[in-house]
């Protein structure tokens, strides 16, 4: 299996992870439902990339998305846990996905 489709993959599940674990803890339907629904728009860019490149642009658009979320979340909490963390995560996630997209 190519490199990014483990990386869309492997981002995909901490993504999902994320989202259970805040409904869990905190009992938080917006993370639960942003975290699945952002997994599997993953997976499928993942099963798209196997056919063509789009693949990578929803992967980096997706992870572009969270980017922005988890800078706000970031900005308002001042904490590494979870956003800090996630944030770095999702720049890196998108910076990979697009330039492997454009570079290949």
Known sequence: MPLPIVLILVYATIVFAGGLIGYLKAGSKPSLIAGVV????LASSAWLFGNEVHGLYVAG???????VVFL???LK?????????MLALS????????????HG
Do not use: C, D, E, N
């Not at 952002?38 to 728009?41: E, H, R």
């Not at 909490?77 to 963390?85: A, D, L, Q």
């Not at 720049?91 to 454009?102: G, N, P, R």
């Open 38 to 41: 952002s997994a599997l728009v």
């Open 61 to 67: 658009g997706v992870a572009g998305l969270l980017t």
């Open 72 to 74: 706000i979340r970031f």
């Open 77 to 85: 909490t001042r904490s590494f846990m979870p956003s800090g963390m």
């Open 91 to 102: 720049l890196a996630a998108t910076s990979y996905f697009f330039y492997t997209a454009f």
